[in-house]
């Protein structure tokens, strides 16, 4: 009987050790997560959040961003002249990423990861339907033909930044935080589609000439804002 209650008891401290030692085990390792939205320099979208455990120091993330502009523009040269400018921008983003937190605050991050631009357009068509009317030069709408003009730059892009705020907050529902950094998206390349009054100029030989000028434009600087839900 008494070696039944030894072991009755060994059991129970066991099970009771074990039940404390898993809790604590899952409290570590409970993973936190939030959701947010976010507004910059390339437009708005939403991101997902989270990290290990409350006393990790990194954060990791992933999201999208969208933003486009179209709206037709109409240049009056002069009384007689009126050239359209037909834009066709657009930034559509998805990005994977983590933030790490070097202070015990964690209110400072330094960010990073990969960013895919799914749809990614900076396009502009030149055109003009009074022609071109000037002292020294006329040309009638076909004669001034049409200019399609587009810069392209890589799909793939890593991205390097700072911040300020918090993503995961311990304490909080609502967290926030700003973000500035910069995309590596590579040197641009010009792609010029045209008919009309540059079919009388060698700009297809500068064109190589003026993409070696711009190489040192291969990064994107960029700014948001961030509002983060944190579920509990």
Avoid at 76 to 100: C, E, F, H, W
Avoid at 133 to 140: G, H, I, N, P, Q
Avoid at 151 to 157: E, Q, S, T, V
């Amino acid at each position: 009987m008494n070696y039944l209650k030894v072991n009755i008891l060994c059991f129970s401290i066991l099970l009771l050790g074990g039940h404390s030692f898993g809790k604590q085990l899952s409290d570590s390792l409970a993973f936190n997560k939030a959701v947010g939205i976010h507004i910059g320099t390339l437009g708005g979208g939403l991101s997902f959040a989270g990290k290990i455990n409350k006393a990790s120091n990194f954060v990791f993330k992933f999201g999208a961003t969208y933003v486009g502009y179209g709206k037709l523009y109409n240049y009056n040269y002069n009384a007689k002249t009126v050239i359209r400018i037909a834009p066709d921008i657009r930034m559509g983003q998805s990005y994977l990423g983590v933030d790490y937190m070097p202070f015990k605050r964690k209110s400072f991050f330094v960010t990073g990861g990969i960013s895919y631009f799914f749809d990614s357009k900076f396009a502009a068509l030149t055109d003009s339907d009074t022609g071109f009317d000037t002292k020294d030069l006329v040309l009638s709408a076909e004669d001034f033909g049409k200019i399609n003009f587009e810069l392209k730059w890589n799909k793939l892009a890593p991205f390097l930044g700072l911040g300020l705020g918090k993503t995961i907050s311990e304490k909080k529902r609502i967290a926030g935080n700003f973000e500035l950094g910069s995309y590596y998206i590579g040197s641009p390349k010009i792609l010029l589609d045209y008919t009309g009054v540059l079919d009388l100029t060698n700009i297809d030989e500068v064109i190589p000439q003026i993409e070696n000028n711009m190489r040192g434009y291969s990064f994107l600087p960029y700014l948001k804002i961030q509002i983060y839900y944190n579920f509990k």
